[in-house]
């Protein structure tokens, strides 16, 4: 019989105290790589949801308020500004593209923008395309025409039932002046998918408020410079300017991914002292079942077996444990990190739900197993120890 | 002498990690190159292919993981302190190795080390620039100094 046979039926003899030992140490795997996945779904959420567009150009006010409102379609929209900011851009030979967008209402939780075709608009330089799943887009009416024709994303479409040709409104107000939806957009993985799209004259239109205003206005504008040196001359210039302040999207995330990294190291230091009980768990029960056993092991000498066959055995039961455990516990996370990501994104939150299996899983269950054989050493190391005169003397 | 000297004025040669000395070259050095027709010096195209090192503040006008982003003589924030860039000889587009893990403050000094590009060259996601890095890694500058008092 072999010193791993010997280990694995030591193991099945004592299947509960086993089983439990492999369930604290997957659970301790568990939590460790759903918090590192999870940690890194919402990074990269933020990363694949962010804008092509170079510069934000909104009110004076919170940085961070006006990028997680019109990239993200969180938090409250900053104040407006006016329309004659947005021709102004477009007239600047530094600007290549500038896109006007409102934001306001909502239907059923998914946010209204009020933007042109231009924000849909296909370019080399933009990593997100929109594609028309039914439907159409709206068309860029006039001003004192508008069409109230809505476009929606393909996470509103499918929560609110809406589909093509069907008229909607919220609130009292806007029963004048009701929606019609002539497009649905294919999923393109971002805060898009969560929007309901129209035009300017529309938005103005349907707001009582802004129906009255001459001078129309808007919430932000989307810049993208003809050359990217010409960024920091354009954010100066309207930062420096009193009405209106410009901001570099990725600016904000990187400030928002600081922050985080605070928590980060807080959650590491949680998820170090889990690590730690474990492996303490680990220790104490592969102790006690030494313990128990000296006078099997003393036996096992009497019959010849070496010391260094006793220590393997209880190496080898030890780096069982920790490698079932470890293996649970990565697939534990894996979709203990799935589970989570889907009940975020269906709260709206920004996460990547791909979890693919790296170097990173082998390196952790390695780790995990080199743990497990340095919790079990001085057990195995009490084994090797044991001397057979002692333990095989009589219990009476 | 005066090829000499004129090296020392352009390179200050800085150690890398691995113990190599990695010449630096300043914004003074990348607006004085400067020449007619989007072109630049002889000098400064002698870098290109070659490891160099450029201190200077993070404009992250790319991807938030900083894998694309402009490195700048001036602060993006600092509204008032100076005057802003406004050209392409000011501005050096930097294409980061990998996902560069720095805890980004902008009005922090960063020593940026990587594959050195001079001259015009127009990429299909960032347009038209003039100085390039690549495969560059960055890190904090403790005490750099970006304004040369008296220098090139």
């Known amino acids: 019989m072999t010193v791993l046979a010997v280990a694995v039926k030591y193991l099945r003899g004592r299947f509960v105290p086993s089983g439990l030992t492999v369930l604290s140490v997957a659970l301790g795997v568990t939590l460790l790589v759903a918090s590192l996945l999870l940690t890194r779904s919402i990074r990269e959420g933020f990363i694949e949801g962010t804008t092509d567009y170079g510069l934000v150009v909104g009110a004076k006010g919170s940085p961070t308020q006006l990028v997680l409102n019109v990239v993200f379609?969180?938090?409250?929209?900053?104040?407006?500004?006016?329309?004659?900011?947005?021709?102004?851009?477009?007239?600047?030979?530094?600007?290549?593209?500038?896109?006007?967008?409102a934001l306001g209402d909502a239907y059923q939780g998914f946010r209204y923008v009020a933007t042109t075709g231009a924000y849909f608009a296909a370019s080399p330089w933009r990593r997100r395309v929109f594609v028309i799943s039914g439907g159409r887009f709206f068309q860029d009416d006039a001003l004192e025409q508008p069409t109230y024709e809505a476009v929606l994303g393909a996470e509103a479409a499918r929560r609110t039932g809406l589909r093509v040709g069907d008229r909607f409104y919220e609130g009292e107000e806007q029963a004048e002046y009701p929606l019609t939806v002539v497009g649905i957009l294919r999923p393109s993985g971002g805060a898009d998918d969560r929007t309901i799209f129209f035009s300017l004259p529309t938005y103005w239109q349907m707001n009582e408020v802004s129906r009255k205003m001459k001078i129309k206005p808007l919430t932000a504008i989307l810049v993208r410079a003809k050359r990217m040196s010409d960024l920091p001359g354009l954010h100066r210039g309207l930062n420096v300017a009193t009405e209106t302040q410009a901001v570099f999207p990725s600016a904000v995330l990187l400030d928002i991914f600081n922050l985080l990294s605070a928590a980060e190291e807080v959650l590491t230091a949680?998820?170090?002292?889990?690590?730690f009980i474990v492996l303490l768990y680990l220790f104490v029960s592969l102790y006690s079942a030494t313990l128990e056993r000296k006078r099997e092991i003393a036996t096992m000498r009497a019959l010849?077996?070496?010391?260094?066959t006793i220590l393997a055995i209880v190496l080898w039961e030890s780096c069982a444990l920790a490698t079932l455990g470890g293996a649970a516990g990565i697939l534990g996370g894996h979709g203990a990190a799935h589970l989570a990501t889907s009940w975020l994104a269906s709260r709206g939150g920004l996460v990547t739900n791909r979890f693919p299996f790296s170097t990173l899983e082998p390196m952790a269950l390695g780790a995990v197993i080199l743990l497990?054989?340095?919790?079990?050493?001085?057990?195995?190391?009490?084994?090797?120890?044991?001397?057979?005169?002692?333990?095989?003397?009589?219990?009476? | 002498m005066l090829?000499?000297?004129?090296?020392?004025?352009?390179?200050?040669?800085?150690?890398?990690?691995?113990?190599?000395?990695?010449?630096?070259?300043?914004?003074?050095?990348?607006?004085?190159?400067?020449?007619a027709n989007f072109d630049v010096t002889q000098t400064i195209?002698?870098?290109?292919?070659?490891?160099?090192?450029?201190?200077?503040?993070i404009i992250p006008a790319g991807p938030p993981d900083l894998s694309f982003f402009l490195l700048s003589r001036v602060s993006a924030m600092g509204n008032y302190c100076c005057e802003v860039p406004v050209g392409q000889d000011e501005t050096v587009y930097v294409y980061a190795a990998r996902d560069?893990?720095?805890?980004?403050?902008?009005?922090?000094?960063?020593?940026?080390?990587?594959?050195?590009?001079?001259?015009?060259?127009t990429d299909r996601v960032y347009g038209v620039s003039l100085f390039r890095m690549r495969n560059a890694r960055v890190e904090e500058a403790v005490g750099a100094k970006i304004f040369r008092i008296g220098g090139p």
């Open chain 2, 100 to 121: 560069v893990k720095i805890h980004y403050d902008p009005l922090r000094v960063y020593r940026v080390r990587g594959a050195f590009e001079a001259g015009p060259h």
């Open chain 2, 3 to 35: 090829a000499a000297c004129l090296w020392l004025i352009c390179v200050q040669p800085g150690a890398s990690a691995d113990g190599q000395e990695i010449p630096r070259l300043t914004f003074a050095q990348l607006v004085d190159s400067l020449r």
């Open chain 1, 270 to 275: 949680i998820l170090a002292t889990v690590a």
């Open chain 1, 73 to 101: 379609r969180m938090d409250l929209p900053t104040p407006n500004i006016v329309y004659s900011t947005y021709r102004r851009l477009l007239d600047d030979a530094r600007v290549e593209v500038a896109v006007p967008v």
């Open chain 2, 45 to 57: 195209k002698s870098y290109s292919g070659k490891e160099v090192e450029i201190h200077g503040f």
């Open chain 1, 304 to 308: 010849g077996a070496r010391r260094s």
């Open chain 1, 372 to 396: 497990g054989a340095l919790a079990g050493l001085l057990p195995a190391v009490l084994a090797y120890r044991t001397e057979v005169a002692e333990n095989l003397a009589p219990l009476s």
